[in-house]
């Protein structure tokens, strides 16, 4: 109780500060479900849409959400066109060099191949991947298979379907209904890759950061953050 309401109280001191900002614009992918995906009206929904407005609500912010791809969401972060980012970003170094993490919303899930055969050759074959990600980079930094990148997740997974690629890439929880609802198969073995999700800022925006952070802590301690993570992606993903 003396945690849930010591992050309480500090919630409430930083989002006074934060408030000064009229409207807080949170940006995400739209297209990377079951994190974020818009639904039949066009609107933003998902495990993150719902997160996302649960921490603008314990933070007193009008939040409003806007989408942009994935290969150009950092730089559009950087340069101001939204103030975060919530969109399945795994936390690493080289990201945190540019960006400012809140810790991590979720705790380091594995990433899984999926593939149509079975004997998929995952040492020397060539493995599909969205670009810009820890799946990608995991595929580079190996040196022995070959990595087709795509700008979007679906088109890594149409890849690995229609044979241009031996395997796709990417997060476990993202493939799981991929798997459950086509012909592919899991292959080989998980990967933990990154430091679990965060939202990111610009490295200036301190306050903001930190109003957020607070927020997810807050989360953490009433044990609503678990329920959404079981909710949306599965009771096998890790929890806190």
Request: proline content about 5%; overall charge negative; glycine content about 8%.
């Amino acid at each position: 109780m003396k945690i849930m309401l010591s992050s309480a109280a500090l919630l409430a001191m930083t989002a006074s500060g934060a408030l000064a900002q009229d409207v807080v614009r949170l940006g995400t992918e739209g297209a990377y479900p079951p994190y974020n995906y818009l639904d039949d009206s066009g609107e933003v929904a998902g495990f993150e849409r719902e997160l996302g407005d649960e921490l603008c609500e314990r933070a007193e912010l009008n939040c409003e959400w806007v989408t942009n791809d994935w290969d150009s969401i950092i730089p559009n972060l950087v340069s101001g066109n939204y103030d975060a980012i919530i969109a399945g970003m795994s936390i690493t170094d080289e990201r945190a060099e540019v960006v400012a993490f809140t810790q991590a919303y979720t705790p380091p899930s594995p990433s899984a191949y999926a593939a149509m055969s079975e004997d998929a050759d995952l040492e020397s074959g060539v493995i599909a991947a969205q670009t810009g990600t820890i799946q990608a980079a995991h595929v580079a930094e190996g040196g022995t298979a070959t990595l087709l990148e795509f700008p979007n997740p679906d088109e890594a997974v149409a890849a690995a379907m229609s044979g241009e690629a031996d395997a796709v890439l990417a997060d476990k929880d993202f493939l799981i209904p991929v798997v459950d609802e086509t012909e592919m198969s899991f292959v080989g073995e998980d990967i933990p890759l990154g430091g679990g999700i965060g939202m990111a800022f610009r490295q200036s925006n301190t306050e903001l950061r930190d109003t957020f952070d607070t927020a997810i802590q807050s989360m953490k301690d009433d044990g609503t953050l678990n329920e959404l993570i079981t909710e949306y992606l599965g009771e096998d993903s890790p929890t806190w």
